[in-house]
């Protein structure tokens, strides 16, 4: 699993624990400061969600029909070159 960013900077020694403490209860402060600056934040960040969803699913979309209509070919029965079926030649 993937450590954030502060654990990353904590493990590499380049912050103090004290800094990354520091850091937290700024944001903290911020926040509470100006709520709506988090609320627009945080509906910044549903807004890339729905977006980023929005192009899984046109992407998945697109993939499963490519992949029906491959199945389909697949599944047709294939014509000689006389173009009759194999079932309907005489032996």
Not at 9 to 25: F, N
Not at 38 to 61: C, E, N, V
Request: charge should be positive; hydrophobic fraction near 30%.
């Amino acid at each position: 699993m993937s450590l954030s960013l502060r654990d990353q900077l904590l493990a590499a020694g380049l912050v103090t624990r004290k800094q990354v403490q520091q850091a937290e209860q700024q944001q903290r402060r911020d926040n509470r400061r100006d709520p709506q600056a988090s609320a627009a934040a945080a509906q910044q960040r549903a807004a890339a969600l729905d977006q980023a969803q929005a192009a899984k699913a046109t992407r998945d979309q697109k993939a499963n029909r490519k992949r029906q209509e491959d199945a389909e070919r697949r599944a047709r029965p294939r014509r000689d070159p006389d173009g009759a079926r194999d079932a309907e030649r005489d032996p």
